[in-house]
């Protein structure tokens, strides 16, 4: 599991986001509506993530076998 850290030693900025996921093998993503807002709007549009499940508080994301990390 990526810790929040990870991503927050970005220094708020989010151009990184993909790559923390990609070295750590992150396959899963449950993101929360209010507070992950920005990267949630991220994943939404990029390839290879699919919402396997979403509420009012919170969205589960599921990356495909293939990674979807292209450039």
């Known amino acids: 599991m990526v810790q929040q850290g990870a ?6 900025r989010f151009d990184g ?16 509506k209010e ?3 920005k ?11 699919s919402v396997d499940f979403e509420d009012r508080t919170s969205v589960l994301f599921t990356r495909s076998l293939s990674g979807g ?3």
């Open 69 to 71: 990390s292209e450039p």
């Open 7 to 12: 991503l927050a030693q970005l220094g708020g």
């Open 39 to 49: 990267l949630l709007s991220l994943v939404r549009a990029r390839p290879g993530w």
């Open 35 to 37: 507070r992950d807002g």
């Open 17 to 32: 986001w993909s790559s923390v996921l990609d070295r750590y093998g992150v396959q899963y993503l449950i993101l929360d």
